[in-house]
């Protein structure tokens, strides 16, 4: 396995160069969502607004729109399935913290807390039709197919993961099955239109769908890490909201795989709920990092990052590429 990633400079990696690659289509983009979350029914465009003004940093739209500049692409028809990419990102977000019960996102309330569980489900149906809206707008049966398929994986993935919540027994390789399709599924089919808006072949196609599935999923082992190293500010949600919540992610998997008896009778209490206070928590923390489990999800994230990396190796040397070998970098960065 590959544990680390070679560099393209000597400094801390960035987004940067990804955000200034595709201001000029983000701008378009941003056209395109401010647009269509309009509705005649004012809590529509009040609540969607409120999450998509919450400061993300746009991830996925960006990956189609640096996907498109790597393969030369010119028209605009990527800027409304771009739209339509974040469309349902957002819909999974508002239904997510349903599921979850959570009340911050990046820091701020949760659209459920401010106007409830109801309006949340609701507004993120809305979103997820606008998307199609806009698929079926763009004319092809393909690009609808690729993003209709990983909507329906992505709710695959969070049934999967629902089912899957306070079970200690929790193999590694279901939650790969889990996060591979509940985060990475979008990233690769962003990554993937691109090539189809551009007329280019299949090989080109699968290699983008390879680079952004492989982001997809060091992007999520990293979210799962700095849950136990983390805080709010960093992470964009509570530090320990995984582990309230009794999520089996990959640094507890490893911890009570690790651990002595005593060591898995306080995860087994744990997960299912009856130990998940502030100190519970720090208890956890503690148990992960001197399991070595935090270090070696973050190894798995790199070895995944170079798999993105590498994905992308045949396309012609360019800022796009540049940019989208550094977002790699910068996916797995956020941790140190």
Sequence with gaps: MS???????????????????????????????????QSDIPL???????????????????LTLASAELLGYSGNRHHRLAAAVEFIHTATLLHDDVVDSSDLRRGRRTANIIWGNPASVLVGDFLFSRSFELMVEDGSLKVLKILSSASAIIAEGEVNQLTAVRKVDLSEERYLDIIGAKT???????????????????????ALDAYGRNLGIAFQLVDDAIDYVSDAGTMGKDAGDDFREGKMTLPVILAYARGNDEERAFWKAA????????????EAIRLVQASHSVDDTLARARHYGQRAIDAIGAFPSGKAKDAMVEAVEFAVARAF
């Design 3 to 37: 544990a680390t990633i070679h560099r393209l400079t000597s400094r801390e990696p960035s987004l940067e160069p990804m955000i200034s690659l595709v201001t000029p289509g983000m701008n378009a983009v941003n056209a395109v969502i401010l647009d269509r979350m």
């Design 44 to 62: 529509i465009p009040e609540l969607a607004g409120h999450l998509i003004a919450g400061g993300g940093k746009r991830m996925r739209p960006m």
């Design 184 to 206: 990475a599924a979008l990233f690769a089919a962003a990554c993937r239109i691109a090539a189809v808006v551009a007329e280019r072949g299949e090989g080109e196609e699968a």
């Design 271 to 282: 997960v299912t709920g009856h130990r998940n206070s502030d100190e519970d928590f720090i």
